[in-house]
């Protein structure tokens, strides 16, 4: 009958439930145990000044180099690590191995190196975040110069005073934010304004359909000018093509990261690839 049916499907309904709350359990148990086991790592994606081709930064991206599942991208725990307050454990842990990574580079490329940093929108929730930042910069040597924070759009679609005063706290250490995810969410000029934001990065989704999509042509174009009447540098992120790469640049989009120029990979990779003064082929 369709009651037993019902039935049925809500057992299933429960099983399934129960499953997704074992994988969770088992995730946040395992990423407790990551820490500790140091299998966490750093990876990190260049950008590359546009006209010139320079290199002039890089992103930090976290992986977790699990014993049985090999590399496990961030999609996959970044949102359990959120769930279960782990996150911010793991964001310091991130904060202070870019800051030290920032740290290396200068040392051994006698120029400093932007490196960008994700933060969680909880990280920049908790009232020690600010104390946090300046005390890893401080114990780093890091030039919070050269730190960039990276901030998803989402976290201040309707910033409170209390938030936007946070923001320019951060910015008093020195450290420079940028917007993430940029589009996604719903802030408006009027939000953008307020926020003391160098950088607007545009998410790939934008990118991704370039130049042949109208509506995200639109998007993009959107962007841009926002950015100029702010004094705001435009990220266009998950650039794969020389059409993409072509189509921002003439629109004024002076920094690039994605496949096109390369992957994020390990800072020995990294090294290798992008030797001090390196550009990309003209
Ligand atoms: P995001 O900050 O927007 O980072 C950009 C993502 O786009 C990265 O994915 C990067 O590998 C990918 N990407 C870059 N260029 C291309 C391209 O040309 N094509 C394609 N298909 N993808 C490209 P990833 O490393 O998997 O990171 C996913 C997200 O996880 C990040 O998105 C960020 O939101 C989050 N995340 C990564 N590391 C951290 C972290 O340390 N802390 C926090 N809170 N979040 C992080
Ligand atoms: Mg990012
Ligand atoms: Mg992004
Ligand atoms: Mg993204």
New binding site residues.
């Given amino acids: 009958s369709a009651k037993s049916a019902g039935r049925g499907n809500f057992q299933f309904f429960i099983a399934e439930m129960n499953e997704h709350a074992i994988e969770r359990l088992k995730l946040e148990s395992g990423i407790r145990r990551a820490i500790e086991a140091e299998e966490f790592l750093l990876?990190y994606?260049p950008q590359f000044d546009g006209p010139s081709r320079r290199l002039v930064g890089v992103?930090?991206?976290?992986r977790w180099q699990h014993p049985e599942l090999g590399m496990v991208?961030?999609?996959r725990f970044?949102p359990v690590a959120e769930d279960t307050g782990l996150?911010a454990v793991l964001?310091e842990w991130?904060l202070r191995k870019a800051c030290e990574q920032q740290v290396r580079w200068r040392h051994a490329r006698q120029e400093n190196l932007q490196v960008a940093?994700?933060?969680?929108p909880l990280?920049l929730r908790r009232p020690d975040f600010i104390d946090k930042v300046k005390h890893i910069i401080a114990e780093t040597g890091a030039n919070p110069q050269f730190i960039e924070l990276?901030i998803?759009e989402s976290a201040l679609t309707q910033p409170t005073m209390e938030l936007v005063a946070r923001l320019n706290e951060l910015v008093d250490t020195g450290v420079t934010l940028a917007l993430?995810?940029f589009g996604t969410g719903y802030s408006s000029l009027a939000i953008l304004r307020k926020l003391p934001i160098d950088r607007l990065?545009l998410?790939?989704s934008f990118v991704q359909d370039l130049p042949g999509d109208a509506e995200d042509a639109a998007i993009a174009s959107a962007a841009l000018s926002i950015a100029r009447d702010l004094s705001m540098e435009v990220v266009a992120?998950?650039?794969?093509t020389e059409a993409q790469f072509a189509y921002l640049l003439e629109r004024g989009c002076h920094i690039m990261?994605?496949?096109?120029f390369s992957?994020?990979m390990s800072v020995e990779a990294f090294d290798e690839s992008f030797p001090p003064g390196r550009r990309l082929e003209p």
Avoid at 59 to 62: C, D, K, M, V, Y
Avoid at 257 to 260: A, E, F, I, K
């Fill in positions: 990876h994606q992103e930090a991206l976290l991208g961030p999609d970044i996150i964001g991130v940093i994700n933060i969680s990280q990276e998803t993430d995810d990065k998410d790939r992120e998950g650039v794969e990261q994605g496949y096109l992957k994020p």
